[in-house]
């Protein structure tokens, strides 16, 4: 596959997009083979004569693109993704009360394996030499920052999946993997925290402790399914729970700002039928 790829009459930026689209979205989707696509990106972006078949008064490479696309996922933001899909789901009126969860269950579903995902795919990327190090030690940065919102689970199971990934080379540096993990460990302690991402942890000490021996990552609920309804009953449940409560969030919401603009319409109104004054 990968000879078929540079055999490619790549001549313009959009058909390098356009490949490099394709590579990057089945990386996400069959995380069973995120090695092997990794792989496949590293030959590329070492092969002289596949990148210079772009425009030369161009400075766009597909190593570049392919940091873009890795950019662009890993720096999504959970909120503002969640606040379009609400004002969608407002506009369209075909859209019934029942289905609303479905949509949100879908929606946390593939927000997380995306993610998740992706990190694998960064992680396997900088293994192969196709992702710099500044970089990956910006992502390890970014999500060791602590957050206080819903979304703090997913920033540290990502976080776990790219030590993993990383830390056999990253201990052979100056960076100190220590104090990351012991970070880790002590955030055991929060009472959120679910079973899944302690035990992922716990193995992340064990394996710093032994020079980072190469495990099977432990796989975070829904990351091994292709889509919400493929889960488990069991699994479905987390996600529907969720959606429940950013259900009953939204309609806090609304009838608060409903209640705001009938006492501001009610204030205009008696302002209104005040006299002027002589």
């Given at each position: 596959?990968?000879?078929?790829?540079?055999?490619?009459?790549?001549?313009?930026?959009?058909?390098?997009?356009?490949i490099t689209n394709?590579?990057f979205d089945r990386?996400?989707?069959?995380?069973?083979y995120?090695?092997?696509?990794?792989q496949?990106?590293?030959?590329?972006?070492n092969?002289?004569?596949?990148?210079?078949l772009i425009a030369?008064?161009?400075?766009?490479?597909?190593q570049k693109?392919?940091?873009?696309?890795?950019?662009d996922?890993?720096?999504s933001?959970?909120?503002?993704e969640?606040?379009?899909?609400k004002d969608?789901?407002k506009?369209?009126?075909?859209?019934?009360k029942?289905c609303?969860s479905?949509?949100l269950?879908?929606?946390l579903?593939?927000?997380?394996?995306r993610?998740?995902?992706?990190?694998r795919?960064?992680?396997?990327?900088?293994?192969?030499g196709?992702?710099p190090?500044k970089?990956?030690?910006?992502c390890?940065?970014?999500?060791?920052?602590?957050k206080?919102?819903?979304n703090?689970?997913?920033?540290?199971?990502c976080l776990?999946?790219?030590l993993q990934?990383?830390?056999?080379?990253?201990?052979k540096?100056?960076y100190?993997?220590?104090?990351k993990?012991n970070k880790?460990?002590s955030?055991?302690?929060?009472?959120?925290?679910s079973?899944?991402?302690?035990?992922?942890?716990?193995k992340?000490k064990?394996m710093?402790?032994?020079?980072w021996?190469?495990?099977?990552?432990?796989?975070f609920?829904?990351?091994?399914?292709?889509?919400?309804?493929?889960?488990?009953?069991?699994?479905?449940?987390v996600?529907?729970?969720?959606?429940?409560k950013?259900?009953?969030d939204?309609?806090?919401d609304?009838?608060?700002d409903?209640?705001?603009?009938v006492?501001n319409?009610?204030k205009i109104?008696v302002?209104s039928?005040?006299?002027?004054?002589?």
């Amino acid at each position: 596959m990968t000879q078929k790829m540079m055999a490619l009459p790549i001549n313009n930026v959009k058909l390098l997009d356009d490949i490099t689209n394709i590579i990057f979205d089945r990386a996400l989707k069959r995380q069973n083979y995120t090695h092997i696509y990794a792989q496949m990106c590293a030959r590329l972006i070492n092969d002289s004569k596949f990148n210079n078949l772009i425009a030369t008064d161009t400075e766009i490479t597909f190593q570049k693109v392919l940091l873009k696309k890795c950019h662009d996922v890993f720096y999504s933001n959970y909120q503002e993704e969640l606040n379009k899909l609400k004002d969608t789901m407002k506009n369209d009126n075909m859209v019934k009360k029942k289905c609303l969860s479905g949509v949100l269950n879908n929606f946390l579903f593939d927000f997380q394996k995306r993610s998740i995902c992706n990190c694998r795919f960064i992680g396997e990327l900088f293994k192969n030499g196709a992702f710099p190090e500044k970089y990956i030690l910006k992502c390890i940065r970014d999500l060791g920052k602590e957050k206080n919102d819903n979304n703090y689970e997913l920033q540290m199971h990502c976080l776990c999946i790219i030590l993993q990934s990383v830390g056999l080379i990253l201990s052979k540096t100056s960076y100190d993997l220590n104090k990351k993990i012991n970070k880790l460990v002590s955030s055991m302690e929060n009472h959120g925290m679910s079973s899944t991402l302690k035990c992922l942890i716990k193995k992340l000490k064990i394996m710093n402790s032994k020079g980072w021996m190469d495990e099977e990552p432990v796989k975070f609920a829904g990351t091994n399914y292709n889509a919400y309804r493929d889960l488990p009953p069991h699994m479905q449940m987390v996600y529907r729970v969720r959606s429940k409560k950013i259900m009953s969030d939204w309609a806090y919401d609304e009838s608060h700002d409903h209640r705001l603009n009938v006492i501001n319409n009610y204030k205009i109104e008696v302002r209104s039928n005040i006299p002027p004054k002589l």
